[in-house]
């Protein structure tokens, strides 16, 4: 059975300045781009486990979408994939805060 998944507001505003930031140079490599890592976010809800767990957060893992990575949570009841943070790889610090 599939996962719901949920964006979380602070998620949400990442991929608005992702978004923003590289639509400065291209609009439409913003918006392929914005697409391609909201594919990659609503496939987590058929495969949820296929994320990479924090050494130091074990509920939180991540998956990476050149040069950003993903960061969310799997919640068993109800089934659901929250989205926690967008985050590009070479931003620090390494790790973002989370919502809680």
């Known amino acids: 059975m599939a996962h719901q998944v ?3 507001d602070l998620a949400k505003a990442d991929l608005q300045e992702i978004t923003e ?3 400065q140079d291209n609009p439409a490599a ?10 990659d ?9 296929r994320g990479r767990a924090l050494q130091r957060k074990r509920d939180v893992r991540r998956i990476l ?3 950003y990575l993903v960061y969310y949570r799997i919640e068993m009841n109800p089934d659901l994939v929250r989205m926690l ?3 590009h790889g070479f931003r620090h610090p390494k790790t973002p805060q989370f919502e809680d």
């Open 6 to 8: 949920l964006i979380t």
């Open 21 to 23: 930031y590289i639509a």
């Open 30 to 39: 913003a918006a392929r781009f914005a697409q391609k890592l909201l594919e």
């Open 41 to 49: 976010t609503l496939s987590l809800a058929h495969s949820p486990y």
């Open 65 to 67: 979408r050149r040069p």
């Open 85 to 87: 943070r967008f985050w």
